[in-house]
């Protein structure tokens, strides 16, 4: 792509000049990578990626998209890409709130699902969805048209998703007091208090649900415990420290919340699949490859 080669080419994450819009080539298969996945709408012009959150994972190819409704912890690899191959993909976050404007907007907006969902689900790009891409993309190569025309675009973006086959998944993101949206403010709390002691009837309170209808609307959201969701943020958020920070294994585990740096380095080695250390070292090994140059 133009706009890569424009950048110094290579392989990693390029940013686009528009907020919140990020483009991805990669010329290998790297190790599986966990993160943080915001709201947001995954596409896939060339290549293969694999996601796992929770108990579940998700395989979406060329021309399909992933779209992630709440914040999510969960690892992604991408598959086969080669030098011959190179995998390509564009990622789009969501601003919540114009997508509730455009869903305002609507005619006929679409009714949330009212099923037992995850947050996470792949889908096609058709051929409306596509087109806004591609135009998109075209608007990368016009840095001073971008802050004009950008946010026409992310309302078309915005349109053809309520609209089309997944308008009732997204609008759940969008409606105020679905239990979507309820288990969401749930999640910004244990995002926001990630390193205090988690207790599931407080996180009820703060959705305005029951325990029991809490805890399962969270699960086959997440596909995960609140407490299974909330070790991941800390796992995460403790590698971002020894990534970042410089701090030590024990330094990390007790600033994310574990009184015991031996049970922080089981609970790291049986997420990651290896040692705080040695990961550390792999994944900065992983960015130095990234880099784009």
């Given at each position: 792509?133009?706009?890569?080669?424009?950048?110094?080419g290579?392989?990693?994450?390029?940013?686009?000049?528009?907020?919140?819009?990020?483009?991805?080539?990669?010329?290998?298969?790297?190790?599986?990578?966990?993160?943080?996945?915001?709201?947001?709408?995954?596409?896939?012009?060339?290549?293969?990626?694999?996601?796992?959150?929770?108990?579940?994972?998700?395989?979406?190819?060329?021309?399909?998209?992933?779209?992630?409704?709440?914040?999510?912890?969960?690892?992604?690899?991408m598959?086969?890409?080669?030098?011959?191959?190179?995998?390509?993909?564009?990622?789009?976050?969501?601003?919540?709130?114009?997508?509730?404007?455009?869903?305002?907007?609507?005619?006929?907006?679409?009714?949330?699902?009212?099923?037992?969902?995850?947050?996470?689900?792949?889908?096609?790009?058709?051929e409306?969805?596509a087109?806004?891409?591609?135009?998109?993309?075209?608007l990368?190569?016009?840095?001073?048209?971008?802050?004009?025309?950008?946010?026409a675009?992310?309302?078309?973006?915005?349109?053809?998703?309520?609209?089309?086959?997944?308008?009732?998944?997204?609008?759940?993101?969008?409606?105020?007091?679905?239990?979507?949206?309820?288990?969401?403010?749930?999640?910004?709390h244990?995002?926001?208090?990630?390193?205090q002691?988690?207790?599931?009837?407080?996180?009820?309170?703060?959705?305005?649900?029951?325990?029991?209808?809490?805890?399962?609307?969270?699960?086959?959201?997440?596909?995960?415990?609140?407490?299974?969701?909330?070790?991941?943020?800390?796992?995460?958020?403790?590698?971002?420290?020894?990534?970042?920070?410089?701090?030590?294994?024990?330094?990390?585990?007790?600033?994310?919340?574990?009184?015991?740096?031996?049970?922080?380095?089981?609970e790291?080695?049986?997420?990651?699949?290896?040692?705080?250390?040695?990961?550390?070292?792999?994944?900065?090994?992983?960015?130095?490859?990234?880099?784009?140059?």
């Amino acid at each position: 792509m133009d706009l890569i080669e424009s950048r110094g080419g290579g392989q990693g994450r390029f940013e686009t000049g528009m907020a919140g819009v990020s483009l991805m080539r990669s010329f290998q298969t790297f190790i599986p990578v966990a993160n943080m996945y915001r709201p947001s709408l995954c596409v896939v012009f060339k290549g293969q990626k694999e996601i796992l959150f929770g108990e579940t994972t998700l395989n979406y190819h060329e021309m399909e998209c992933l779209v992630v409704s709440v914040e999510v912890p969960a690892i992604g690899r991408m598959v086969g890409a080669s030098t011959e191959r190179p995998y390509l993909g564009m990622t789009i976050e969501f601003d919540t709130a114009i997508l509730r404007d455009v869903l305002q907007q609507l005619p006929d907006p679409p009714v949330p699902s009212s099923r037992l969902s995850t947050c996470v689900f792949v889908g096609s790009v058709d051929e409306q969805l596509a087109d806004c891409l591609t135009r998109m993309v075209r608007l990368m190569r016009n840095p001073p048209a971008i802050p004009v025309l950008f946010p026409a675009i992310m309302r078309e973006l915005y349109y053809w998703l309520l609209t089309g086959p997944y308008g009732g998944e997204l609008a759940k993101l969008a409606v105020p007091e679905t239990h979507a949206e309820r288990v969401a403010r749930a999640i910004n709390h244990v995002r926001d208090h990630y390193n205090q002691p988690l207790r599931v009837e407080q996180l009820a309170d703060v959705a305005g649900m029951s325990p029991s209808s809490f805890h399962a609307h969270f699960k086959a959201m997440t596909s995960m415990t609140p407490v299974q969701y909330q070790k991941q943020i800390r796992l995460l958020e403790a590698r971002r420290l020894m990534l970042s920070d410089a701090a030590n294994v024990s330094e990390a585990a007790y600033q994310v919340g574990y009184e015991s740096a031996s049970q922080f380095s089981r609970e790291y080695t049986r997420s990651f699949g290896t040692a705080p250390k040695r990961d550390v070292m792999n994944f900065r090994a992983l960015l130095a490859q990234a880099v784009p140059r």
